[in-house]
Structure formats: C-alpha cells, structure tokens
C-alpha cells in the first residue's frame, strides 16, 4: 500500500501476536480457532480502540488542542481508552456517557478507570444519544469557551480517520495469516460503532488478501452497521480523492439476542468455557457475544475442520468486573479456615 497515512503518534504495542487455540478448537469441534491479540495492544488494556486513537490524537495535538471530548455508553472501552491515552499525552479529557434512568454509576471497571484518569464525566440520557454529534458539538463550544481548545472524537473513534488505525492492523496480518495452511481464513469480529470493520475491509481489499470478514453485530441491526461502515469508507476514500473499495463483508445480526449490553446465561458460559479453554478474558458485550456468536454457528455446522477462523480479540476485559457473573459462577464460601 503506498499511501500516505496521516500522522500517527504510537501508542500500541505492535504488532500484536496471531496465536493457535489448540484446546478450544479441540473443544468446540469444529474449525482451527486463531486470535489476533489485540487485548495485548499494551496501552491501559485498550484492545482495539487505540489503534484508531493513534491517529485521532496526532491530529488533535497538530491543530493545538488541549481538550478531547468524545462519547460513549456508561462502560465504554473507547471512553476509557480516550481517558487513559489523554492522561499519557496531558491533554483534557471530557466523556459524555450514555446512563439509563436508574441505571447505576458504580465506580466499577472501565468508569473507574476513566475517573482514576481524570477524565471530566457528563452523563446524557438515552434520548441525548440519538444527537450525540450535535452534543459534541455543543460540549466542544462550551469547553472551548472557557479557554481550552476541543478536538472532536466520534464515537469508537470510528470516522475516516480512526479508520487508518485497522487498516494498519490488516498489514499485520497479512503477514501472520500467510503462515496459516488450509482454506483461506474467517476474520470474525465484533462490530459496533463500525471503524473496525471499515478498516479490516479497506486493508483485505486493497491489500488482496484472502481473508473473508464476518462483521458480528453486537447490538444494531446488520443494515445498520452496513451504513456505519460504508460512510466511513466512503469518508476516508473523499478525503484521499479517490473511489471507495468496496469490500466483501458479512454483517452478521443473528447473535445481538436483546441488544447491547443484554446477555444471556447461555453466552456468559460459552464466554467462561473459552476462558478456561484458553486463559484469555473475554468481555461480555463485545468479545464475548461475538465469541458465543461463533461458537453458535460453529455448532450448527456452519465452519468444519480444515477451516480457519481468526477471531480478532479486540480487548475490553475490563468490563467484565462491570457484570454479574454470579449468575454462572457461585461464589465460594470459603468457611473456616483449615486448622
Ligand atoms: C472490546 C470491543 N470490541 C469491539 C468493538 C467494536 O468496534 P467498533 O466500534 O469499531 O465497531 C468495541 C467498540 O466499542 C469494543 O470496545
């Protein structure tokens, strides 16, 4: 690829392994099951968000910023990310977190972590989120009012220039998957706000790599995500000037149950099996939905042996400690100790 990127600034410890998971594959019986570790990208835990954060933030300081505002639900990853790679480079950091009625600010997982970063926090309603851009906006005047100078992140970072951050992760790889034999690899993945996807898509595409992407939805509609992703790639294509690739993707809706954040027991227990089949932790609205996304297809027959699923791990543990797991795990009485 001999485009010129825009300026990034490094936050990511790359690249991040590919590795074979032997016992689950064994265990679930079906296809060869590989993840790409980006829960090891090493900054904060921050899995998949600071690779687009990369760019978003050199960008920011380039226009002399000193303040980032962004968004996101009560536990997001790529609110905490922001937090945390703010407090790195000294720049002010405002979320806008979305909180249903009633719902609970317990300073748990990734909220604690974006107040231990100093993050600024303003709660807005279900009803706010749908203007999310437009409140941005207004957040950004107002800070920008009080003599700071605001930079914009969209949510999940997740535009035209977020993007860049997961086609650079496609040149990873390329590498990596040339040494994987059989039929050409599955990526599956979580999808939400859709800069993942864009980016996978635009890297297999212009990159000719033999990989099939599965987008599983987390949450919205696969229509949804679908436009998500092409108004990303189509952003990024205008601002090179060029036609936006058109790469082939499944967007899989058929494990969003409830909607985002809902879990059944059935997904906490293909997520825990996976845990103590692999030793990774899986978060339960991202990784682990879409993991018991594939676990469901896989026992349907959908991938046999001889087939290759690269699964892409893209972070988020933390949240975990922000859900109730006693549903499937009972607490231990430990009792009286041993005499
Ligand atoms: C752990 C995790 N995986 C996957 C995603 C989905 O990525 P995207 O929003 O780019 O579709 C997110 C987004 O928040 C996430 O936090």
Not at 1 to 15: G, Y
Not at 278 to 301: N, S
């Amino acid at each position: 690829m001999s485009l010129e990127l825009p300026r990034r600034i490094p936050l990511a410890i790359t690249p991040t392994p590919l590795e074979y998971a032997e016992r689950l594959s064994v265990a679930w019986g079906g296809p060869r099951i590989w993840f790409k570790r980006d829960d090891l990208t090493g900054f904060g835990l921050s899995g998949n968000k600071v690779r687009k954060l990369e760019f978003h933030l050199a960008a920011a300081i380039d226009k002399g910023a000193d303040t980032v505002v962004t968004c996101g639900s009560l536990q997001s990853n790529h609110s905490r990310a922001t937090a945390l790679a703010c407090a790195r480079l000294g720049l002010h950091c405002v979320l806008l977190l979305r909180r249903r009625e009633g719902e609970e600010a317990d300073l748990s997982g990734n909220l604690l972590l974006d107040q231990l970063a100093g993050a600024e926090i303003r709660y807005i309603t279900p009803a706010d989120w749908d203007r999310r851009d437009e409140l941005l906006v207004t957040e950004a005047a107002s800070q920008n009012d009080q003599g700071r100078l605001c930079w914009v992140i969209p949510e999940g970072a997740s535009d035209g220039l977020g993007m860049w951050g997961f086609v650079l992760a496609l040149r990873e790889i390329a590498d990596q998957a040339a040494a994987i034999d059989g039929s050409s690899p599955v990526l599956w993945h979580a999808a939400s706000s859709g800069g993942t996807t864009a980016g996978i898509g635009w890297g297999v595409d212009r990159l000719g790599l033999k990989l099939r992407i599965v987008a599983c939805s987390i949450g919205d509609p696969g229509a949804t995500i679908r436009a998500k992703v092409e108004a990303i790639l189509a952003e990024a294509a205008a601002q090179l000037g060029i036609d936006p690739p058109r790469p082939h993707i499944e967007y899989n809706d058929a494990h969003v149950g409830g909607g985002y954040g809902v879990v059944t027991d059935e997904e906490l227990e293909v997520q825990a099996e996976a845990t103590r089949l692999t030793g990774l932790i899986f978060d339960p609205t991202y990784t682990g939905k879409a993991l018991a996304g594939l676990h469901r297809e896989i026992g349907e027959g959908r991938y046999g042996p001889g087939e290759n699923i690269v699964f892409w791990h893209t972070g988020g543990g933390f949240a975990v400690f922000a859900h109730d797991f006693s549903r499937i795990v009972a607490a231990e009485d430990p009792g009286a100790p041993d005499a």
